[in-house]
């Protein structure tokens, strides 16, 4: 079958979907917080903010997954720096 790489040059077969990300932890609320991590090794925070109506999505770059890191994300969630998705994940 086919391959194709993602923007971490990691190769996935097309044809049958296999999930790369997959959410760790959530907040909801006005400002919300998902952590996603992947089987690769990496996480990253996407925030969405409601403000009049309008939800704004944006995110942090993806980090090498270890305990302390993905937990002091967690943690710190609200100081992270967030970007727009092509900025992130550019």
Same mark, same amino acid.
């Given at each position: 079958?086919?391959?194709?790489?993602?923007?971490?040059?990691?190769?996935?077969?097309? !044809?049958?979907?296999?999930?790369?990300?997959?959410?760790?932890?959530?907040? %909801?609320? $006005?400002?919300? &917080?998902?952590?996603? #991590? =992947?089987?690769? !090794?990496?996480?990253?925070?996407?925030?969405?903010?409601?403000?009049?109506? %309008?939800? $704004?999505?944006? &995110?942090?770059?993806? #980090? =090498?997954?270890?305990?302390?890191?993905?937990?002091?994300?967690?943690?710190?969630?609200?100081?992270?720096?967030?970007?727009?998705?092509?900025?992130?994940?550019?």
């Amino acid at each position: 079958m086919p391959e194709i790489q993602d923007y971490l040059f990691k190769y996935h077969k097309r !044809g049958s979907h296999t999930v790369s990300y997959a959410i760790n932890k959530q907040t %909801v609320g $006005t400002t919300s &917080y998902y952590q996603y #991590v =992947s089987t690769d !090794g990496y996480w990253y925070m996407m925030r969405s903010v409601i403000d009049t109506g %309008v939800t $704004t999505y944006t &995110y942090t770059v993806p #980090v =090498s997954v270890d305990a302390t890191s993905l937990a002091d994300g967690w943690t710190g969630r609200a100081a992270l720096t967030y970007k727009t998705f092509d900025e992130a994940f550019a």
